[in-house]
């Protein structure tokens, strides 16, 4: 196993630029929706893929390997962006988003690509399944981690805190999970019932830290946060929907509306301007 890749975090910044660049692209292609939510979660997925995960694009089966669960299916553009830049499959296969016999389907099939672990799309399941790996990698002595990346709408499903209680029952420390707190939900701004996520959190028995979703220091350092012994650990990162291309940025209407070509043209001049430059 490779495990994480030597980086810094202007370098991880830079990645983070270019997989929102994908992200927006594959929006506009495939004209589909979540572009919002899929750019909200893109530096957790880049500090996790390029500097924490223990796994290998060339071996993506290993059975040590660290498994991850983006259990908020619908933001999977900016999951196979990343799978593309860590090196699990060619830069090409993107271009088969959400088309008729392509690969990559709007919300994670396991199969579709390779580092695709688990199906998601129907809100509130990952976190049981990623308990579930937590427990069977204890049972047949294994030694990888399970991440597991929930939006904060999600965090309304009575599944995700019937696994909450059970990880911390069961002294799964081998778990984590992020949640992509952008406090905006499918109809509207995320219920204030929802929160506050760290103190919830820290009450189900888990070990919870706050971190600044966008910023690479402050996620490197919540991914390397210390748990006791026998407690899963909670990263609630503060996020900002559509974060990356200003005219998206926490508005709720890029949850549904694909970019067009204009818009595609103005993202990426915000995202890459050296390249457009160039152009």
Known sequence: MTGSMPT????????????????????HTGRTAHVGSALSCVDLLVALYFDHLNVDPSDPVNPVRDRFILS??????ALYAVLKERGFFAGDVLNE???????????????????VEFATGSLGHGLSAGAGLALGARLSRLDY???VLL??????????????????AHGLDRLAVIVDYNKWSAMGPTPHRV???AKKWEAFGWHAVEADGHDMRSLLQALRTPVPHGRPLAIVAHTVK??????MEDDLEWHYRPPTARDLDRALAELLPREMVAL
């Open 8 to 27: 810094t975090a202007s370098t991880l910044e830079g990645i983070a630029r270019e997989v929102r660049a994908s992200v927006v692209r594959m929006a």
């Open 72 to 77: 908020k299916g619908h933001g999977c553009m």
């Open 97 to 115: 988003y959400a088309m008729d016999g392509g690969r990559l389907p709007e919300h994670p099939s396991p199969g579709c690509v390779p580092g």
């Open 145 to 147: 981690r399970t991440y």
């Open 151 to 168: 939006s904060d709408g999600e965090c309304e499903e009575g599944s995700v805190w019937e696994a909450a209680l059970f990880a911390p």
């Open 195 to 197: 929160g506050p996520l």
């Open 242 to 247: 559509g974060k990356g291309v200003s005219f």
